[in-house]
């Protein structure tokens, strides 16, 4: 603040419209900001992710915009800090892979209405707005998010505006099979309060909605926003849970507690959701503080992606092998609840598919056979496999 932004007050710093306003989104500002790679330079200046006077270019693939509380967190030294390589650009983004593809989820072909993707029989995912405070690199929906101009999908409009919304809510009070309704983007904490609470107040008054979720990463990224006039306005409209995109233990400042402490204290359950990102967070160590630091924040660590095929994004993959591992690397050794999910999100858009360890060596005469955390050996007496017969109790064997 005192560097590169002076003059700022301390309490305009802490104003989440100030660090809107003041994100950073010129490639010159970032230049001289940060000790720039020659990768991170060619990104920014070959490729030009934004014009000369700063605002984003809509054609460039994913713009970069970076608050500045989150700037701070970054080191200006070292190119391959995790939080830097998380938000700024290296010309590896133009590089094309086979099995890339700018929506790999197929989720407009799930869109059953612009902007509400409705893949699962009771639950919907509403991409209520394309705007997020951060651009984080390896975006999923880089075919859609940040785009400055209204865009034309594939289904016709685009989320950039609200205009979609009407549509998306009477297609959810028509189907009442939907009882859990997520609201996601881009990043629906940057839209304002009162915009917010029209939304979250109209789903509301769809009496089959049982639940609304906030898929987001702004406790991370622009921790100012989390207002008491946020809290009410989220509160009134309980039960609301809350996804929160993290990546990396340095996330978790003094910031961010206190901004999931006061979301904790407004009745929000909160998960947390990560993806595997290379040489950021793929090893057992980093991941196991993470996720036992998001606990203290109160935050249950729910799912641990594989990093989507978006184009561009192979610097960022690693093998699901990498995922397994950390998987065993956390389960038993630390606390069943700092052990997320680990999922591939199918490809060509067949949903979350939830990948485990082998625990299982065989299954024979004697039951199943399986092997604990420390690689021991375990025999469950389970029940024959076959359906009919699931449900009964084993007979009686002789004891040896
Ligand atoms: C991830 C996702 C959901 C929510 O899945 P949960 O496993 O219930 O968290 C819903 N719809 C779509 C299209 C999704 O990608």
């Known amino acids: 603040m005192r560097r590169w932004f002076p003059g700022t007050s301390v309490g305009a710093w802490n104003d989440w419209r100030w660090q809107l306003r003041n994100r950073i989104v010129s490639p010159r500002l970032l230049a001289e900001m940060l000790a720039l790679s020659p990768e991170e330079r060619g990104a920014l200046f070959a490729w030009n992710a934004t014009d000369a006077s700063g605002v984003p270019n809509p054609t460039s693939p994913l713009?970069?915009?970076?608050?500045?509380?989150?700037?701070?967190?970054?080191?200006?030294?070292?190119?391959?800090?995790?939080?830097?390589?998380?938000?700024?650009?290296?010309?590896?983004?133009?590089?094309?892979?086979?099995?890339?593809?700018?929506d790999p989820?197929?989720?407009?072909?799930?869109?059953?209405?612009?902007?509400?993707?409705?893949r699962?029989?009771?639950?919907?995912?509403?991409?209520?707005?394309?705007?997020?405070?951060?651009?984080?690199?390896?975006?999923t929906r880089s075919r859609v998010v940040g785009k400055s101009q209204p865009r034309t999908t594939a289904s016709g409009v685009s989320p950039a505006g609200h205009g979609h919304w009407d549509a998306a809510i009477a297609y959810i009070a028509a189907h009442t099979e939907v009882r859990d309704v997520l609201l996601?983007?881009?990043?629906?904490l940057t839209l304002p309060d009162t915009t917010l609470a029209s939304l979250l107040e109209r789903l509301r008054a769809i009496p089959h909605v049982e639940i609304l979720r906030i898929g987001t990463k702004v406790p991370v990224v622009l921790p100012q926003r989390i207002t008491p006039a946020l809290l009410e306005t989220i509160r009134r409209f309980h039960p609301v849970w809350m996804s929160i995109h993290v990546t990396h233990p340095r996330e978790i400042t003094p910031e961010m507690r206190a901004a999931t402490a006061l979301l904790a204290d407004a009745g929000i359950p909160m998960g947390s959701q990560t993806v595997l990102l290379r040489g950021i967070n793929d090893d057992v160590e980093t991941m196991t503080r993470l996720n036992q630091a998001l606990l203290t924040c109160r935050v249950r660590p729910y799912y641990l992606y594989q990093c989507d095929p978006v184009p561009g994004s192979a610097h960022f993959r690693t093998p699901v092998s990498?995922?397994?591992?950390?998987?065993?690397?956390?389960?038993?050794?630390?606390?069943?609840?700092?052990?997320?999910?680990?999922?591939?999100?199918?490809?060509?858009g067949g949903g979350k598919i939830p990948l485990l360890p082998q625990y299982v060596r065989s299954w024979n005469d004697d039951g199943l056979v399986l092997r604990n955390y420390r690689g021991q050996t375990c025999v469950y007496p389970d029940t024959p496999g076959r359906a009919d017969t699931a449900d009964r109790p084993r007979r009686a064997r002789r004891l040896r």
Do not use: K, N, Q, W
């Open 63 to 102: 713009p970069v915009a970076i608050t500045p509380y989150y700037a701070s967190l970054i080191d200006p030294d070292d190119p391959e800090d995790p939080i830097r390589r998380s938000v700024v650009p290296v010309a590896a983004e133009r590089d094309l892979f086979p099995g890339e593809d700018p």
């Open 105 to 118: 989820l197929a989720e407009e072909h799930d869109m059953v209405v612009p902007g509400l993707v409705h």
């Open 322 to 348: 990498r995922g397994l591992a950390i998987i065993e690397g956390l389960r038993g050794h630390t606390s069943g609840y700092a052990v997320p999910h680990f999922v591939i999100d199918a490809p060509g």
């Open 120 to 139: 699962y029989p009771d639950r919907v995912l509403f991409l209520t707005t394309y705007s997020c405070a951060v651009y984080c690199r390896y975006c």
């Open 184 to 188: 996601s983007g881009g990043d629906p």
